[in-house]
């Protein structure tokens, strides 16, 4: 297994909506291993295709306290979602920033898993927020987009200085 390197915001990549996948094969569980990895590492809770600039529709997501319990979502699609929640969202392309973001509290979703079986999923508070939050990398949407544009340009700010003082220092 590898890790992968995530984007970070505003890395204009992270705004490419992703495609289809045309087939479940050896090649792509490889490549959701690899997926996954990078995602416990991180650490987090959820990470898209996207993220590590790959525009295809899979995203991974584990929000077991003993991180034990990943899911797989191939080609995901909400089919309904009901009820609002306000959670603090954090995101590994936006390190070290946490907003509040409106969601479904809960979704049903249809997609592939990773042997290329179709499954309807009822999702339910974090589950479905990361899944919402994870679906929002596939289409170029961010959480920071939920936000207002003087937030959004703070946090962008912050994050392009921060990247400049750490390449002088490794420079």
Same mark, same amino acid.
């Given at each position: 297994? *590898?890790?992968?390197?995530?984007? $970070?915001?505003?890395? +204009?990549?992270? /705004?490419?909506? *992703? &495609?289809?996948?045309? #087939? #479940?094969?050896? !090649?792509? /569980?490889?490549?959701?291993?690899?997926?996954?990895?990078?995602? =416990?590492?991180?650490?987090?809770?959820?990470? *898209?295709? &996207? !993220?590590?600039?790959?525009?295809?529709?899979?995203?991974?997501?584990?929000?077991?306290? $003993?991180?034990?319990? +990943?899911?797989?979502?191939?080609? +995901?699609?909400?089919?309904?979602?009901?009820?609002?929640? #306000?959670?603090?969202?954090? %995101?590994?392309?936006? +390190?070290? =920033? =946490? $907003?509040?973001?409106? /969601?479904?509290?809960?979704?049903?979703?249809?997609?592939?898993?990773? !042997?290329?079986?179709? #499954?309807?999923?009822?999702?339910?508070?974090?589950?479905?927020? %990361?899944?919402?939050?994870?679906?929002?990398?596939?289409?170029?949407?961010?959480?920071?987009? =939920?936000l207002s544009e003087a937030k959004?340009? /703070?946090?962008? &700010?912050?994050?392009?200085?921060?990247?400049?003082?750490?390449?002088?220092?490794v420079a």
């Amino acid at each position: 297994m *590898a890790k992968l390197k995530i984007l $970070e915001f505003p890395d +204009p990549r992270l /705004r490419t909506k *992703a &495609t289809l996948i045309d #087939v #479940v094969d050896d !090649q792509l /569980r490889i490549f959701i291993d690899d997926m996954l990895e990078t995602m =416990y590492e991180a650490p987090g809770i959820g990470l *898209a295709a &996207t !993220q590590v600039n790959v525009h295809k529709r899979v995203l991974v997501t584990d929000v077991s306290v $003993e991180k034990d319990e +990943p899911f797989v979502l191939i080609n +995901p699609l909400i089919l309904e979602k009901d009820g609002v929640t #306000v959670t603090d969202e954090g %995101c590994l392309s936006v +390190p070290g =920033y =946490y $907003e509040e973001v409106e /969601r479904a509290e809960h979704i049903k979703v249809r997609f592939l898993d990773r !042997q290329g079986d179709d #499954v309807e999923l009822e999702a339910h508070g974090l589950l479905a927020v %990361c899944i919402q939050h994870e679906m929002d990398h596939l289409d170029g949407k961010l959480f920071v987009d =939920y936000l207002s544009e003087a937030k959004r340009s /703070r946090i962008r &700010t912050k994050l392009e200085k921060g990247r400049r003082q750490q390449s002088t220092v490794v420079a």
